[in-house]
């Protein structure tokens, strides 16, 4: 399948979107940093970033970074949900959706396991 230079670039894009959301996710400590390449099996998203927080005051802090890289790249998000909880923050960019979990939430919702035949992507972070 061909693909035209706008959808390359827009795919580019995407990707860096999700680097700059996963390295501010790890600057902030996060741990066991996931990313899902959800695009040949899901039709919502192209793409996870999951990772956790020892606690709710971290849970947030991660998510405030992430949120803070991605709009000084130009990347604002569609709906954020669970901020206040802090159990389970999820940030939804459209072309990508990030959630940031407290320990036991993750343990329990497992997306990994749910989207074990999603594709795990090779992280460059420094």
């Known amino acids: 399948m061909s693909r035209n230079p706008k959808e390359i670039a827009n795919a580019l894009e995407i990707e860096d979107a999700v680097q700059i959301a996963a390295q501010a996710?790890?600057?902030k400590k996060a741990q066991d940093l996931v990313v899902l390449d959800l695009r040949e099996v899901a039709s919502f998203t192209e793409y996870f970033i999951i990772c956790n927080g020892n606690n709710q005051r971290q849970v947030q802090a991660i998510?405030?970074?992430i949120e803070k890289r991605l709009r000084e790249a130009g990347k604002r998000p569609l709906h954020i949900e669970?901020?206040?909880n802090a159990e389970w923050?999820?940030?939804d960019y459209g072309d990508f959706i990030v959630h940031v979990f407290a320990d036991a939430a993750r343990r329990f919702y497992d997306l990994e396991r749910l989207w074990r035949d999603a594709k795990r992507v090779q992280l460059?972070?420094?």
């Open 124 to 126: 460059s972070i420094q």
């Open 25 to 27: 996710a790890s600057d």
């Open 82 to 84: 669970g901020f206040t």
């Open 89 to 91: 923050i999820l940030m």
């Open 63 to 65: 998510a405030d970074e």
